[in-house]
């Protein structure tokens, strides 16, 4: 049903964007995907294990603790799958600390971890975002990120307004749930004394989304004539764009909302309304749907209770007590 809805919604967009030109649109975006290059399916699913196996890197990282990489990749597909329910991350956030609670962390931390993950996320993601927006401005004719810069000026002031509003009543929440962030915020001090771990989890955490990044322009690149291939750099920051906007409408795992928001993105940049619906459409159908009967195949390795080796820094190391003689 949702996977319908976030159809509908993509192809609703780009409808409204192709200026009442409607039976145009849907011939173009049903063509398109007729001369789609599908070969590109099986590249697009190994980067989707790649997205995976760097979530588990970070996990790790943001626990401390050495985790066996392929049983923890496989609880990502379940958490990703239990996004696509919550949305928000919560489903992300609830699978992790299920997880770690299982391989020995307390339940409580285990829950700050995963919360804490998140928050690295956003900021290695915001890093990320920092690095390549140059990259997207100086490759190729610039003619997409020209387009794009306009319409987000255009946008500023809305926006402006949006976050000026938002920011009052999450300042109220954050202050009225002080001392239940106060874990998470030990949990981020923690982090910080463990720079090794700290870069693990960012470095990880940024690679996961530049993993998809890629993944979404070979996307575009396979519908012929959409984009070109000295418009990557600029494809890979459309598509963070599009993630973030997409991801503030609450809703399931950002159905809908952002194959809407990459959909109006591409057309707003100069790509044609039909190419772009198509390529958003083979994107979300094999990154976003494809690993779902996965993760529900892997539900069972959240709950399994395996060792594996300790913190290094969370948990101190227990020293033998000395043997006490008998003054007998």
Not at 13 to 40: F, I, K, P, Q, R
Not at 235 to 255: E, Q, S
Not at 256 to 282: F, H, N, Q, R
């Amino acid at each position: 049903m949702w996977a319908v809805v976030g159809g509908l919604l993509a192809a609703g967009t780009g409808l409204v964007l192709s200026n009442g030109e409607a039976a145009a649109t849907v011939s173009g975006a049903a063509g398109a995907l007729a001369d789609v290059h599908w070969a590109v399916v099986p590249v697009l699913a190994v980067l989707v294990g790649v997205h995976f196996w760097f979530s588990a890197v970070a996990l790790g990282g943001a626990a401390g603790r050495r985790l066996p990489l392929l049983h923890a990749t496989m609880a990502q597909f379940t958490a990703a799958t239990a996004n696509r329910i919550t949305g928000g991350g919560v489903g992300t956030v609830a699978v992790n600390a299920r997880y770690l609670s299982a391989r020995g962390v307390p339940a409580s931390h285990a829950l700050t971890v995963a919360g804490v993950l998140q928050v690295g996320g956003a900021f290695a993601d915001l890093i990320l975002f920092a690095v390549m927006l140059p990259v997207a401005m100086t490759a190729g004719d610039g003619l997409l990120l020209a387009h794009l810069g306009e319409h987000l000026r255009d946008m500023a002031r809305p926006l402006l307004i949006v976050a000026a509003v938002a920011a009052i009543p999450a300042g109220a929440a954050v202050w009225l749930l002080r001392e239940k962030l106060s874990g998470p915020v030990t949990a981020g001090a923690r982090l910080l004394r463990r720079p090794r771990d700290l870069a693990v989890m960012l470095a990880a955490s940024a690679a996961t989304t530049l993993v998809m990044g890629v993944a979404f322009a070979l996307s575009m690149l396979a519908v012929p004539g959409a984009v070109s291939w000295d418009q990557f750099g600029t494809l890979i920051v459309v598509y963070m764009i599009g993630a973030a906007a997409g991801g503030v409408v609450p809703g399931p795992g950002g159905l809908g909302s952002t194959e809407a928001a990459l959909v109006a993105l591409l057309a707003a940049t100069g790509v044609e309304t039909a190419g772009a619906l198509s390529g958003v459409l083979v994107f979300r159908a094999v990154t976003h749907w494809a690993p779902v009967p996965i993760g529900l195949l892997a539900v069972a390795t959240v709950g399994n209770r395996r060792r594996i080796a300790p913190a290094s820094v969370e948990v101190p190391e227990q020293r033998p007590a000395k043997a006490v003689r008998s003054a007998a």
